[in-house]
């Protein structure tokens, strides 16, 4: 969720504000627009998972934040990842906004499919959200909840590679 994030980035930076940017993947490989955002930012950390480039994890973020001071924490993608960096943020009171991706159907709030528990109360992703607050938000539920379909997913998947996969040609070896 990279290229949405820079959205904020660049909005963020043109309302005048100090804006530091941490980009974050599995590996290198998945590392995007680099380059656009150290042409938005302040300043630019890089951490992927193994190690492969930048910091390895979020680890790095905690002597960050004892040593500068930040008003606004903004998080994009996989909701294990908006979890952690909300655990990280919360001891010194950095307001977290994450965008939350819950499963959705109709998106306007009448199947109940994306329902989200933020402070305690039932919300809608598609029409309350998709940003909450990081810090009230119910991630272990939202985590139960996204994985409700994975049998189907993998049955679905599986059917996938059996019918010959992607035709396009760029997966192909
Ligand atoms: S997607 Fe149906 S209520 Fe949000």
């Given at each position: 969720m990279i290229a949405p994030l820079l959205?904020?980035?660049k909005a963020m930076k043109a309302a005048g504000n100090n804006v530091t940017t941490v980009l974050g993947a599995r590996t290198k490989e998945f590392i995007m627009m680099e380059d656009e955002a150290k042409a938005m930012s302040d300043k630019v950390y890089i951490?992927?998972?193994?190690?492969?480039?930048g910091y390895k994890g979020l680890d790095f973020l905690k002597d960050l934040l004892k040593k500068e001071k930040f008003d606004r924490c903004i998080?994009?993608?996989?909701?294990?990842l908006m979890k952690d960096v909300s655990e990280i943020t919360k001891p010194y009171g950095i307001p977290t906004i994450v965008t939350l991706t819950?499963?959705?159907?109709d998106g306007m709030g009448m199947c109940g499919v994306c329902r989200v528990t933020v402070d305690g109360k039932m919300m809608f992703g598609c029409v309350d959200g998709p940003e909450f607050d990081g810090h009230k938000t119910d991630f272990d539920q939202l985590i139960l909840r996204q994985r409700t379909m994975l049998p189907e997913e993998r049955l679905s998947s599986v059917l996938w590679e059996?019918?010959?996969g992607c035709k396009c040609g760029r997966n192909k070896a």
């Open positions: 959205l904020q980035v951490a992927t998972d193994d190690g492969s480039k998080v994009m993608g996989p909701v294990i819950p499963i959705m159907i059996m019918s010959g």
